[in-house]
């Protein structure tokens, strides 16, 4: 009986290494496509109403894209934090504090979790007639931002991270591995 649980323990621990190395590839392979928007995936504002460092980066790369010409509009797409804030109006601020013209941003303020992103995303995009999307969040977190796009039906999404890493990645990638198999699938 041992042998078994130490055998299923093993084969559990190969998956986990496999999956989290493919999370990471596909996560910080960037195929340079063009689409209409790019979402940027929400993440905590300072007790000062300015985006952490995390999601400066976010921001940082969806000016990067939109001065690209790599999209066209930007939607931010956030909750309200406990630090008291809405997360999309903070990061439209930063993103017109650094010209980017308020004209090209969409806020949602009800993506609380990257499944609601997801939802409220797809829903926008349709109103909008908007058929193709990049997500913009960290590396570990696309494979299962992508894979709850195709499950709701929105087929051509793609994804861009900004090159910005933590020592608290390695705890998101183990978490991203759950949920991907719960969410996801």
């Known amino acids: 009986m041992l042998k ?14 496999i ?3 493919l999370i990471c590839i596909d996560g910080l392979r960037d195929k340079k496509t063009k689409a209409a928007i790019g979402i940027v995936l929400g993440n905590k504002i300072n007790p000062d109403g300015s985006p952490s460092e995390r999601l400066q980066e976010r921001l ?3 000016i990067q894209l939109y001065r690209a010409d790599r999209i066209q509009m930007i939607l931010v797409s956030g ?3 406990k ?29 609380n979790d990257t499944e609601k992103t ?18 913009i969040s960290q590396y570990f977190h696309q494979t299962r931002t992508k894979a709850l796009f195709r499950k ?11 090159i910005y890493f933590e020592w608290r990645d390695g705890y998101s990638i183990f978490r991203e591995f759950v949920a991907y198999y719960k969410e996801a699938l």
């Open 4 to 17: 078994i649980i130490t055998s299923g323990m093993k084969l559990g621990l190969i998956l986990f290494l």
């Open 19 to 21: 999956q989290s190395i």
């Open 60 to 62: 940082n790369k969806s």
């Open 79 to 81: 909750g309200f934090g």
């Open 83 to 111: 630090e008291g804030f809405w997360e999309g109006d903070k990061m439209k601020d930063y993103l017109v504090l650094n010209h980017i013209p308020s004209q090209k941003i969409i806020v949602d303020n009800y993506g």
């Open 118 to 135: 997801v939802v409220n995303s797809i829903r926008i995009m349709d109103s909008l007639h908007y058929k193709s999307a990049i997500s």
């Open 152 to 162: 709701k039906g929105f087929v051509n999404i793609e994804s861009a991270s900004p």
